[in-house]
């Protein structure tokens, strides 16, 4: 089984600060890598895909970089509605496997 | 507009027995892999298990392997999961979750208590 670690578990941060969040693979997944947003209360939500291909409806203040082991979610800008938790997921490998999430919250 | 309407949850005995279905619309189901995720109160995702649009792929995680079941039936556009042998850590929100290799639409989820 493939192992996503996210670092770090919770990211306090200022409405207008950058946000980085970081996933690491145990093993390489590619570009297999999809990040997702949930906010409280709320549906998961895709957010990227292919490690670094924004979804439909989601600024460009979102990006995703990395291959293989070691991806990164940045947000440029945050805003107050981007406030919630983060996941990373791998869809390289049977059985598919989420991270443990990053709460980025209000500082 | 793509919609996945779960149902079937609530309140289930150790031990027994329920079954969730998940009515799709807005799109060709018969064209695309399905599959339940998980989320217990306060915790991450836990994807539980998938099926590809003939049916002819199925996997499962191990934590349900061998008591829950995944099906569909596309000429009904719905997708199912029979659990059984039930315990309190199956306690948790259930997602029924299209694939375009990556989860790209999800229901609202219906949620499952496992208590006596």
């Known amino acids: 089984e493939i192992v996503m670690t996210q670092s770090p578990a919770t990211l306090s941060l200022s409405p207008g600060e950058r946000a980085t969040l970081s996933c690491r693979a145990s093993?390489?997944?590619?570009?297999?890598l999809a990040w997702y947003q949930q906010k409280p209360g709320q549906v998961p939500r895709l957010l990227i895909y292919g490690a670094s291909t924004r979804a439909t409806g989601f600024p460009a203040r979102f990006s995703g970089s990395g291959s293989g082991t070691e991806f990164t979610l940045t947000i440029s800008s945050l805003q107050s509605e981007d406030f919630a938790v983060y996941y990373c997921?791998?869809?390289?490998?049977?059985?598919?496997?989420f991270g443990q999430g990053t709460k980025v919250e209000i500082k | 507009e793509v919609q996945l309407v779960e149902s079937g949850g609530g309140l289930a005995q150790p031990g027994g027995s329920l079954r969730l279905s998940c009515a799709a619309s807005?799109?060709?189901?018969?064209?695309?892999?399905m599959n339940w995720v998980r989320q217990a109160p306060g915790k991450g995702l836990e994807w539980l298990s998938s099926?590809?649009?003939?049916?002819?792929?199925?996997y499962y995680g191990d934590s349900v392997r061998g008591r829950f079941t995944i099906s569909r039936n596309n000429a009904k556009n719905s997708l199912y999961l029979q659990m059984n042998s039930l315990t309190a850590e199956d306690t948790a929100v259930y997602y029924c979750?299209?694939?375009?290799?990556?989860?790209?639409?999800w229901g609202q989820g219906t949620p499952l208590t496992v208590s006596s």
């Open positions: 997921h791998q869809y390289n490998d049977w059985p598919r496997t």
């Open positions: 099926i590809s649009s003939t049916s002819g792929n199925i």
């Open positions: 979750a299209r694939t375009s290799r990556y989860f790209d639409y």
């Open positions: 093993q390489s997944v590619s570009s297999n």
């Open positions: 807005g799109f060709t189901f018969g064209d695309y892999t």
